[in-house]
Protein backbone atom coordinates (compact mmCIF):
# COMPACT_ATOMS: atom_id res chain seq x y z
CA UNK A 1 0.00 0.00 0.00
CA UNK A 2 1.54 3.86 -0.64
CA UNK A 3 1.82 6.25 1.37
CA UNK A 4 -1.70 8.18 0.35
CA UNK A 5 -3.18 5.06 1.05
CA UNK A 6 -2.11 4.39 4.52
CA UNK A 7 -2.84 8.05 5.71
CA UNK A 8 -6.70 7.44 3.95
CA UNK A 9 -6.96 3.97 5.45
CA UNK A 10 -5.56 5.70 8.93
CA UNK A 11 -7.75 8.53 8.34
CA UNK A 12 -10.96 6.23 7.81
CA UNK A 13 -10.46 3.82 10.83
CA UNK A 14 -9.96 7.53 12.92
CA UNK A 15 -13.12 8.78 11.42
CA UNK A 16 -14.80 5.66 12.35
CA UNK A 17 -13.22 5.65 15.84
CA UNK A 18 -14.20 9.37 16.43
CA UNK A 19 -17.81 8.88 15.54
CA UNK A 20 -17.93 5.46 17.85
CA UNK A 21 -16.34 8.18 20.66
CA UNK A 22 -19.24 10.63 19.99
CA UNK A 23 -21.72 8.94 20.59
CA UNK A 24 -20.56 6.86 23.51
CA UNK A 25 -19.42 10.50 24.52
CA UNK A 26 -22.99 11.31 24.26
CA UNK A 27 -24.69 8.31 26.17
CA UNK A 28 -22.36 9.09 29.19
CA UNK A 29 -22.40 12.76 29.50
CA UNK A 30 -24.49 12.73 32.65
CA UNK A 31 -21.63 11.17 34.18
CA UNK A 32 -18.73 13.18 33.08
CA UNK A 33 -16.80 15.50 35.61
CA UNK A 34 -14.20 16.16 33.12
CA UNK A 35 -12.44 16.12 30.02
CA UNK A 36 -8.62 16.71 30.10
CA UNK A 37 -6.09 16.64 26.99
CA UNK A 38 -3.15 15.40 26.29
CA UNK A 39 -0.98 16.91 23.16
CA UNK A 40 0.19 15.39 21.14
CA UNK A 41 -0.59 11.82 21.26
CA UNK A 42 0.99 9.97 17.88
CA UNK A 43 0.07 13.49 16.77
CA UNK A 44 -2.97 13.60 17.84
CA UNK A 45 -5.27 14.79 20.59
CA UNK A 46 -6.18 12.33 23.42
CA UNK A 47 -8.72 13.07 25.75
CA UNK A 48 -8.90 11.74 29.23
CA UNK A 49 -12.17 11.82 30.37
CA UNK A 50 -12.99 11.81 34.21
CA UNK A 51 -16.32 10.25 35.61
CA UNK A 52 -17.95 10.70 38.79
CA UNK A 53 -16.55 6.75 39.70
CA UNK A 54 -13.38 6.50 37.89
CA UNK A 55 -11.45 7.67 34.81
CA UNK A 56 -11.03 6.10 31.45
CA UNK A 57 -8.07 6.39 29.64
Given at each position: ????GADAEKDKVFR???D????Y???IK???I???SIEPFFGRTLP???FKQFAVY
Open positions: MNRAIFNHMTSLESPQIGIKIIF
